[in-house]
C-alpha cells in the first residue's frame, strides 16, 4: 500500500472551511484514498474515501488531483466537534489484501 | 443497527499473564481486523480476519495471536505480558468485500503492571 504525507497539525476558525491536505505521490491505479479520523481516546471514524472521482457525503467532501498524487478533505463547516486527529490511507480493496494502515494524521484543532 | 463491540473496556494484568480480548462485529461484516495503539508507535495494524482465515498481518511477535469464530466474532490473545504490551486494542469490522470503509469499536484499554 502507497505511503502517504500530511501535515502534522492544523488549525480552523469555527463556522470556516476545513481544508486537509495528503500527498500520495506512489499511489497505484488500483488504490483508494480513505479518510478517518479520531477524537481522543475513541476509535477511528470512517468519513469518505474515493478513486478518482470528487466524492461528497453527509460529512466531508474529497477532492483528488487529476494526477491522483495528492487529495484534500473538505468540511464545510467546521465545528468544535470536528476537532480530532485526520488521517489520509491508501489501500487496494478488501478483496485485494488491502491491509489499513494509519500514519501519524493531521491533528486538526478547531477554535471557537 | 447495532456497532463493533468490545469487551472488556478496560483491563489491568501483571507481566507475564495472558489476555484474550473479545471483538464482536456488525451483523453481517465478515472481516475483522485488530489494531494496538500507543502514544509512541501511534495506530498499528495486528492481523485481519475474513471468514475465519487470517488474511493479513502485521509486524507483531508470535505471543500476539487472534481466531475468528464461524459467528464472526474475533478474539485475540496476548501472551506473556510485557509492560510494552500496555495500550488500546481497537476492533474494526467490514463487510472484507469490497471498497467500503471499516467501522471501529470504543476499544479496549489494556494495562500491564
Known amino acids: 500500500d502507497a505511503k502517504t504525507t500530511q501535515p502534522t497539525s492544523m488549525d480552523c476558525a469555527e463556522g470556516r472551511a476545513a481544508n486537509l491536505p495528503c500527498n500520495h505521490s506512489?499511489?497505484?491505479?488500483?488504490?483508494?484514498v480513505y479518510w478517518y479520523r479520531q477524537i481522543h481516546s475513541q476509535g477511528p471514524q470512517y468519513i469518505i474515501h474515493?478513486?478518482?472521482n470528487n466524492e461528497t457525503n453527509e460529512m466531508a467532501s474529497l477532492i483528488i488531483t487529476e494526477d491522483r498524487k495528492s487529495s484534500t478533505l473538505i468540511l464545510p463547516h467546521a465545528t468544535l466537534r470536528d476537532t480530532a486527529v485526520y488521517y489520509c490511507?491508501?489501500?487496494?480493496?478488501?478483496?485485494?489484501?488491502?491491509?489499513?494502515?494509519f500514519g501519524q494524521g493531521t491533528e486538526l484543532s478547531v477554535k471557537p | 443497527k447495532a456497532g463493533v463491540t468490545q469487551t472488556p473496556r478496560y483491563l489491568i494484568k501483571t507481566r507475564g499473564q495472558q489476555v484474550t480480548l473479545s471483538c464482536s462485529p456488525i451483523?453481517?461484516?465478515?472481516?475483522v481486523s485488530w489494531y494496538q495503539q500507543t502514544p509512541g508507535q501511534g495506530l498499528q495494524f495486528l492481523f485481519e480476519y475474513f471468514s475465519e482465515t487470517q488474511r493479513n498481518k502485521g509486524n507483531f511477535p508470535g505471543r500476539f495471536s487472534g481466531r475468528q469464530f464461524s459467528n464472526s466474532r474475533s478474539e485475540m490473545n496476548v501472551s506473556t505480558l510485557e509492560l510494552g504490551d500496555s495500550a488500546l486494542y481497537l476492533c474494526a469490522s467490514s463487510l472484507g468485500q469490497g471498497v467500503r470503509g471499516y467501522t471501529f469499536g470504543s476499544g479496549t484499554r489494556l494495562t500491564v503492571v
Open positions: 474515493g478513486l478518482k
Open positions: 490511507i491508501v489501500r487496494v480493496p478488501d478483496n485485494q489484501g488491502g491491509k489499513l494502515i
Open positions: 506512489t499511489i497505484s491505479g488500483n488504490e483508494y
Open positions: 451483523s453481517g461484516h465478515r472481516s
